[in-house]
T-cell receptor, first 114, second 113 residues
């Protein structure tokens, strides 16, 4: 069974802190994604990675960075958290397109920056 | 520039009736479309998809229709059940095997008992 896990369901951080969100998938998928979901704005892509150590900016990469040292793990880093980064963060993974475009999502991390 | 649009933020239907969720897109290079369902405090789950070479795909109570000339797709749920109450996202993928999906903003469906 497909499984994407995220390190925390809920997180509260202070403005200026460095924040790490971890995502692990057990499906041996090449592609991994980070999104944020905000009311009325849908899912917006922050970064994605198509291979170990490879990354590509999504639609809203400002204020974020990522790390993918192992195939199964994709980390999202908020270098200096700000209140406008309060959001639901969703990680997803997929196989290379051509066989399926389906992305499998983790349960999400609700981050509050105070 | 919003390439995938879900113009209805919310929809309310009675249990047992049909729910129709709509999605419009602007990029004619999209060739694969997906619907996801999302409950509060959970990640989205894949529901159904359709390739641009088809105009209909059915899976149980869920049917997706694609009208390429109008750049419009719709998700029909028949009959609707209270457990279908969730936010539904339409997503599209670009021709040529892009790894990324472009999501709409979502429609919140409420099915009343």
């Amino acid at each position: 069974d497909v499984k994407v896990t995220q390190s925390s369901r809920y997180l509260v951080k202070r403005t200026g802190e460095k924040v790490f969100l971890e995502c692990v998938q057990d499906m041996d998928h090449e592609n991994m994604f980070w999104y944020r979901q905000d009311p009325g704005l849908g899912l917006r892509l922050i970064y994605f990675s198509y291979d170990v150590k490879m990354k590509e900016k999504g639609d809203i990469p400002e204020g974020y960075s990522v790390s993918r040292e192992k195939k199964e793990r994709f980390s999202l880093i908020l270098e200096s958290a700000s209140t406008n980064q309060t959001s639901m963060y969703l990680c997803a993974s997929s196989v290379p397109s051509g066989s399926s475009y389906e992305q499998y999502f983790g349960p999400g991390t609700r981050l509050t920056v105070t | 520039d919003q390439q995938v649009k879900q113009n209805s933020p919310s929809l309310s239907v009675q249990e047992g009736r049909i729910s129709i969720l709509n999605c419009d897109y602007t990029n004619s290079m999209f060739d694969y479309f997906l619907w996801y369902k999302k409950y509060p405090a959970e990640g989205p789950t894949f529901l159904i998809s359709i390739s641009s070479i088809k105009d209909k795909n059915e899976d149980g109570r869920f049917t997706v229709f694609l009208n390429k000339s109008a750049k419009h797709l719709s998700l029909h749920i028949v009959p609707s059940q209270p457990g279908d109450s969730a936010v539904y996202f339409c997503a599209a993928s670009l021709q040529g095997g892009s790894e990324k999906l472009v999501f709409g903003k979502g429609t919140k469906l409420t099915v009343n008992p």
